[in-house]
């Protein structure tokens, strides 16, 4: 005989919340790859990911040069994006995007980098193929295939309207 007949009723309760957060998550998810093929000009596809391919995530937006992966551990707001096969000139642009919108406003004993992404010249180096980057922490990582004009650029965990905003700017230049 159940002695405590509120924990029956309480466990049902907690797992009717969590698979309502889950299934929110889902579907902000879902909405988020929307978001980011309406930023690319409506270009793109969503598709379901499995365990084992990629970073784990709940769908993935996919596009000519872009690759983004929403990803699990968030609500649906954050994002692994990998955007391929840029000029110097569309990493420019990214690069300038990014750290002026993500510019730090701390005090002097911030440990932020002043310019967390590496330069052009940085990645010219003879026998350099990728280099990582930060502001206060790993965030991705750039890389240029030896002798390639071209370079990928992986962003590890962006807000997805920071991400949108990249795409934006990115194809408001092509």
């Known amino acids: 005989m ?3 007949p509120t924990s029956n009723a309480m466990a049902t309760t907690f797992r009717a919340a969590r698979d309502g957060a889950r299934a929110a998550a889902k579907a902000a998810a879902h909405v988020a790859c929307l978001y980011l093929i309406e930023a690319n000009g409506g270009r793109g596809s969503v598709r379901e990911t499995w365990r084992g391919e990629g970073p ?4 993935q937006m996919a596009a000519p040069g872009i690759t983004a992966h929403i990803l699990a551990e968030s609500f649906g707001d954050r994002a692994r994006v990998v955007f391929i096969a840029l000029t110097d000139a569309e990493y420019e642009r990214i690069r300038a995007a990014a ?7 701390h005090d002097e004993e911030c440990e932020c980098d002043d310019a967390p992404w590496p330069a052009l010249g940085e990645l010219a180096v003879p026998g350099t193929n990728e280099v990582g980057f930060r502001n206060g922490e790993l965030r991705g990582q750039v890389t240029r295939a030896v002798g390639s004009t071209r370079l990928d650029l992986t962003l590890d965990d962006e807000p997805v309207n920071e991400v949108a905003a990249l795409i934006q700017m990115l194809r408001a230049d092509r």
């Open 56 to 59: 784990d995530s709940w769908c």
């Open 2 to 4: 159940n002695k405590n």
């Open 99 to 105: 750290e002026d919108r993500n510019a730090c406003y």
